[in-house]
């Protein structure tokens, strides 16, 4: 039976990632029919590593450019750097004003800035910051207030489960090294985490980023830190509900038990894993106010007007203004806040073997 689980964990898996790759193909042509020239360019990442860029953040930011009013055009690079430069270039030609960038990486996110400066366009950093760019604004969530939350849904699954006190192992499996988001979320879990190791409360177990946020090659990490450890894994800080799924998997098809695992984005397979007890927590970060805030933005800095901000952030030796926007954590006992709120439909939840979980 765990043999057929796995494998159609891994067809729904194949399916969503197939989906979500249609989807980017008719939003990006849709949109750029329909504002070619578009005051606002849009630059996602890719399709894959999140459901969330396809699924929340592109509706998202259609409906706050619409209801400010402007035009716009909408990419998604497939995890491709050099074609979210060219999809930049593009909008650019087109007469873009405002560049409105999610990061790949810092090298080619930067030089995407700097062209666009130079060009007389600013840009929004969108959710990531760039390190080393030349944005006018930082409109994000609170990246370590999200690893704190990782970190005390960690804590609290190993009190609930009575592992608490039994010096359970804990491993960390991080987001993608090129993010810098990665290196917030990390930090905020290990601010909660490294005192309990420092005071032996907890052991500190293998601790690994995966590359670009890769869920498949996080499955693959955890598989190895599981043989490295002897199945002896006892929690893990898992920096999204990807990675937290290629964690479950993992100790689905190794015939294991459930532990405590972190997540994020509030996405459906996250909150199925939840309330069928694979998966401790997410963290919800409500990209209707995120995208909403950069829309606004956009348009301020298309008229010239002073940028609404919640303050500054570091960047290197700069300081970049900035709307930073608190997370929320949501648990089994507390998740049907996501669709009461409209951000899901419980029918994205609820649905197939996990019927049973919602009555």
Known sequence: MKKVFRTSTLLIVAGVVVLAAMAVAVATASSSKKAAGGDVCVLFPDPATSIRWVHYDAPAMTAALKAAGVT?????????????KAQADQCLGNGAKVLVEVAIDAGSAAAIEQTAKAKGVPSIDYDRQVKGGVASIYVSFDGGAVGVLQGKGVVNGLKANGNYSKHPVVAQVNGGSTDANSFLFKAGYDSILN????????????????????????????????????????????????????????????GLKPIPVSGQDATPQGFQNIISGWQTMTVWKDTRVLAKAAAKAAVQLIKGQKLTTTGTVPNGSKKEPAFIIAPVALYKSNWTKIYTSGFLKKSDICTGTYKKYCK
């Open 72 to 84: 716009y055009q909408i990419y998604n690079a497939g995890g491709d750097a050099q074609k979210q």
């Open 195 to 254: 005192p309990l190791f420092k005071n032996g409360t907890f052991k500190k177990g293998p601790d690994q980023f995966v590359p670009g946020w890769d869920n498949q090659k996080g499955g693959v990490i955890f598989d190895q830190m599981l043989v490295k450890t002897g199945n002896k894994i006892d929690a893990v800080a898992a920096a999204n509900d990807g990675l937290a799924g290629a964690v479950i998997a993992s100790l689905q098809k190794h």
